[in-house]
């Protein structure tokens, strides 16, 4: 038997809590300089409803770079900003609420 989720009271296999938290989010991409002169790509305004988790993975994956989430942001070495949306654009994210600064 499948689980019922507790947010939206719908079938596991049916759920889409994860898609809503996808559309309804801001999400800005901005860089930032640290030690010894590396340069970070930070992603905030991931709601942990999206799987911080998975989207990191992937990211990661797609990017070829070292990373973390960490409180509810997602840190990527390297410079990624010009390619970044798209990537994020194709895991379910509206290209309108994601903000590269």
Same mark, same amino acid.
Do not use: W
């Given at each position: 038997?499948?689980g019922?989720? /507790? ?5 596991q296999? !049916?759920?889409?809590c994860?898609? @809503? ?5 801001? @999400? ?7 030690? +010894? %002169?590396?340069?970070?790509? @930070? =992603?905030? %305004?991931?709601?942990?409803? $999206? /799987? ?6 992937r990211?990661?994956?797609? +990017? ?7 409180? #509810?942001?997602?840190? !990527?070495?390297? /410079?990624?900003? *010009?390619? @970044?949306?798209?990537? !994020? $654009? *194709?895991? #379910? +994210?509206?290209?309108e609420?994601?903000? =590269?600064?």
């Amino acid at each position: 038997m499948v689980g019922v989720c /507790n947010q939206c009271g719908l079938p596991q296999d !049916l759920c889409v809590c994860e898609v @809503i938290a996808r559309e309804q989010q801001k @999400i800005t991409v901005k860089t930032e300089k640290r030690k +010894f %002169g590396k340069v970070y790509t @930070i =992603v905030g %305004g991931i709601r942990k409803e $999206a /799987n911080v988790e998975e989207i990191t993975r992937r990211l990661k994956t797609k +990017f070829a770079c070292g990373g973390t989430a960490k409180s #509810g942001q997602i840190e !990527l070495q390297g /410079n990624h900003k *010009d390619r @970044i949306k798209p990537v !994020l $654009a *194709d895991l #379910g +994210f509206p290209e309108e609420t994601i903000e =590269v600064v």
